[in-house]
């Protein structure tokens, strides 16, 4: 590598990261590395700053969408370290609540698919009025409006009452609803447990939302190891900006 007075051109530093000289310019641009200073010539002369930079970004992608490693290097290299940290905050927060939507859809879907031979047995060859669809599974009318709302229940409309009626396909439906709402999942869930249910395929979506979680355990590993290399960087660059322990 050709390094003129402990400087880096372009090449260079294109070589040491494995990448195009356009796409140093445009890690650049974007942020993910530190602004460049340029000589007398014009020429960019970056510094084994821009290389560790370079580095801990490409990292961070490992682990964090493109997107949000941008905006954690931005913010760091705009002096706002304590932005940096609040995104990656958010990002893992996001994630964990990925995480807790997908345990809960597996938990109803698991439920769902131990209980469902019970809640098909009874056949109902009348439609059922709203009020009497609730005195079957026992909550009150509000709670099936409520639930209509949220887009959990359909029922049909008399023409010309314009009656809401639930024949068996609702009412078993509603079954199921009741079932996951009083084991405590939330609506995402249900959604989930309901049209999978409808579908006939409450088995393979359970292989498929496990498979969704084990993706998210490879995506928190990789974040470690991304943190890491963003500790590294920081520590060494912006140690001004690294919060102090209190004495």
Same mark, same amino acid.
């Given at each position: 590598?050709?390094?003129?007075?402990?400087?880096?051109?372009?090449?260079?530093? #294109?070589?040491?990261?494995?990448?195009?000289?356009?796409?140093?310019?445009?890690?650049?641009?974007?942020?993910?590395?530190?602004?460049?200073?340029?000589?007398?010539?014009?020429?960019?002369?970056?510094?084994?700053? !821009?290389?560790?930079?370079?580095?801990?970004?490409?990292?961070?992608?490992?682990?964090?969408?493109?997107?949000?490693?941008?905006?954690?290097?931005?913010?760091?290299? $705009?002096?706002?370290?304590?932005?940096?940290?609040?995104?990656? @905050?958010?990002?893992?927060? @996001?994630?964990?609540?990925?995480?807790?939507?997908? @345990?809960?859809?597996?938990?109803?879907?698991?439920?769902?698919?131990? $209980?469902?031979?019970?809640?098909?047995?009874?056949?109902?060859?009348?439609?059922?009025?709203?009020?009497?669809?609730?005195?079957?599974?026992?909550?009150? &009318?509000?709670?099936?409006?409520?639930?209509? $709302?949220?887009?959990?229940?359909?029922?049909?409309?008399?023409?010309?009452?314009?009656?809401?009626?639930? @024949?068996? $396909?609702?009412?078993?439906?509603?079954? &199921?609803?009741?079932?996951?709402?009083?084991?405590?999942?939330?609506?995402?869930?249900?959604?989930? #447990?309901?049209?999978?249910?409808?579908?006939?395929?409450?088995?393979?979506?359970?292989?498929?939302?496990?498979?969704?979680? #084990?993706?998210?355990?490879?995506?928190?590993?990789?974040?470690?190891?991304?943190?890491? #290399?963003? !500790?590294?960087?920081?520590?060494?660059?912006?140690?001004?900006? &690294?919060?102090?322990?209190?004495?």
């Amino acid at each position: 590598m050709m390094i003129v007075h402990n400087y880096l051109r372009t090449i260079d530093l #294109a070589q040491a990261g494995q990448i195009s000289v356009q796409q140093v310019r445009n890690y650049e641009a974007s942020g993910f590395i530190p602004p460049v200073e340029r000589s007398p010539s014009g020429y960019r002369l970056y510094t084994q700053k !821009h290389l560790v930079a370079l580095q801990t970004a490409r990292s961070m992608v490992n682990g964090y969408t493109w997107q949000q490693t941008r905006a954690i290097m931005q913010a760091v290299h $705009q002096d706002k370290l304590t932005l940096a940290l609040a995104l990656i @905050d958010e990002y893992h927060a @996001d994630l964990a609540n990925k995480r807790l939507q997908l @345990d809960q859809t597996l938990a109803a879907l698991s439920t769902l698919a131990a $209980q469902s031979p019970s809640l098909s047995s009874t056949r109902l060859p009348q439609q059922l009025r709203v009020g009497d669809a609730a005195k079957q599974v026992g909550v009150r &009318v509000s709670a099936l409006h409520f639930w209509e $709302q949220q887009g959990l229940l359909h029922p049909i409309r008399d023409k010309s009452s314009k009656y809401r009626l639930y @024949d068996e $396909q609702q009412m078993r439906r509603l079954r &199921v609803v009741v079932l996951l709402r009083d084991a405590g999942y939330n609506f995402t869930a249900i959604h989930t #447990a309901l049209n999978e249910l409808t579908a006939g395929r409450t088995e393979r979506a359970i292989a498929a939302v496990e498979k969704r979680r #084990a993706e998210l355990a490879k995506i928190s590993w990789a974040r470690l190891a991304s943190i890491s #290399a963003f !500790h590294s960087y920081v520590s060494e660059f912006y140690s001004e900006q &690294v919060p102090r322990s209190a004495p």
